[in-house]
């Protein structure tokens, strides 16, 4: 468990970058530096609540099904802000019980293009680069990723959603969890 806690702790000491340490240039890189700083520097705190990892039935056998858990409950932390455009950015990090019943921590941040306005319903498309680690994959090896994110979101409150693709028997997953700003 103290593996699981330094990785949420690590992950998100990478989700600090001072202001001072980005470039004011017009550059690519200088701006992905403004972006990732201001949205933690800038960003609400919210709280993350995974709760479902529906397993695609076709991908799966029921034995498979039956042995897996789908509940996934966990909690995690994060900071997201709406930029100028209005699309949203987010750091965060969250642990959520796998499939096995085992604990899997992930952190990384989001970026998603919104439709609709902030303050009231609105819906948003985009992905998320990530970092989580496994028990039955190498042991909790770090395993980064990028992934789709969708969501709908009245107010401060969303629901969120991903896809892992995969073959028979792995993968084809579809990971629920919702989001509540402060």
Known sequence: ????????????????????????????????????????????????????????????????????????WGLGYGRSRYDADGNWHGWYGMVFLDSHSKAQPIVGYGYQWVWGPPTGLHAGLGYTVLVTARADVGNYMPI??????????????????????????????????GRVGF
């Open 144 to 177: 980064p990723g990028v992934l789709p994110i969708a969501s709908l979101s009245y107010g401060r409150v969303t629901l969120n959603a991903t896809f892992l693709p995969g073959g028979t028997g792995y993968g084809n997953i579809v990971f629920l969890w």
């Open 1 to 72: 468990m103290r593996f699981l806690l330094s990785m949420l702790v690590l992950g998100l000491s990478f989700a600090l970058p001072a202001q001072a340490a980005c470039d004011p240039g017009e550059g690519t890189w200088d701006r992905l530096c403004r972006e990732l700083s201001d949205t933690w520097t800038q960003g609400r705190e919210e709280v993350y609540l995974p709760f479902r990892a529906h397993h695609l039935r076709y991908a799966y056998t029921r034995e498979k099904i039956d042995s897996y858990r789908e509940d996934a």
